[in-house]
Every structure is written in structure tokens, then in C-alpha cells.
């Protein structure tokens, strides 16, 4: 899909929980001044993958809360604190994206202390507000990408 069909489908689609499905770009289109959305977009989904093999025993790699709650690590992060901030941290849209992807990487450390924890319940439930979050991220990032265009 190209960016205007995947703002288009964001930014009317109700149900922003439901938004977790691989997201394809048409080439070139997924660039925002120095940030692969796609690549971003696609490593976030991926958590919710790797969090529901971790709870079925299938994922050996052993994943840190420290590693996973922190928000300025992954691509996006970095350009968030990065490039995003210096060019963008006076626009609500800006704010907006910081604070639900601070919320998505706390989100998905709580859904890893759960897991180590045993607490299987609780992980799943947490896993149900990693993907409200991952979806509210595809949101405010594209709003973000609106605004500037």
C-alpha cells in the first residue's frame, strides 16, 4: 500500500486494537526524514509475536524488562529523542507519539516481568494493551507524518 492509502486506513480505522498486521509500503514510501517507518512499525509488531511464543515456552532467548521497557532504544525511539525531537517537539502530534510509545515499551516490560514471574494470566492481559498501544502508535506516528505533509 502506499502512504496515502496507509494514513487513509490509520487515521479512519476505528478500531486501532485491531491494527496488527504486517504493513507494506510501496518503495520509497515509507521514509519520514530519516526514519523507516515500516522497519519500526514491523520491529513493534514483532513483540507481540515473540511475547506469545515466550508464554507458550517456544522462545529460548531470554528477554529483559530493563531492555524492553526503555523506549529510546529501538529505531523509533532513537528517532523520536533524536531527529523528531529537535524538528517536531513543539507539535502536539510530537508529544502525542512520545507519550504512547513510552506507554507501549512500559506496556510490553510489564508483559516480560509477568512472564518471568509465571504470572501467564496477567502477561496476557498486559499483551492486550501491547497491541492497543502498538496500534495507537501506527496512529500517532501517522498523524505525525500528516502534519508535516
Known amino acids: 500500500m502506499g502512504i496515502l492509502s496507509w494514513l487513509k486506513r490509520i487515521t479512519l480505522d476505528d478500531d ?8 507494506h509500503f510501496e518503495k520509497g514510501d515509507e521514509k519520514f ?3 523507516n517507518m515500516k522497519q519500526a512499525l514491523d520491529a513493534h509488531l514483532e513483540w507481540t509475536r515473540r511475547f506469545e511464543s515466550m ?3 517456544e522462545q529460548l532467548e531470554k ?10 532504544a529501538c529505531m523509533l525511539g532513537k528517532w523520536i529523542y ?16 512520545k507519550n504512547v510509545h513510552a506507554n507501549f515499551h512500559l506496556t510490553a516490560g510489564n ?10 494470566q ?28
Open 122 to 149: 496477567q502477561a496476557k492481559e498486559q499483551l492486550k494493551a501491547v497491541r492497543v498501544y502498538s496500534g495507537r502508535v501506527q496512529l500517532t506516528l501517522a498523524r505525525l507524518y500528516a502534519a508535516q505533509h
Open 82 to 97: 533524536g531527529y523528531a525531537k529537535q524538528a517536531y517537539s513543539t507539535l502536539p502530534e510530537y508529544k502525542e507519539l
Open 63 to 72: 528477554v529483559k524488562y530493563n531492555e524492553v521497557a526503555c523506549d529510546d
Open 55 to 57: 508464554m507458550k515456552g
Open 16 to 23: 486501532i486494537d485491531d491494527l496488527d498486521q504486517p504493513i
Open 111 to 120: 508483559v516480560v516481568k509477568h512472564i518471568d514471574n509465571g504470572d501467564l
Open 33 to 35: 526524514n530519516g526514519l
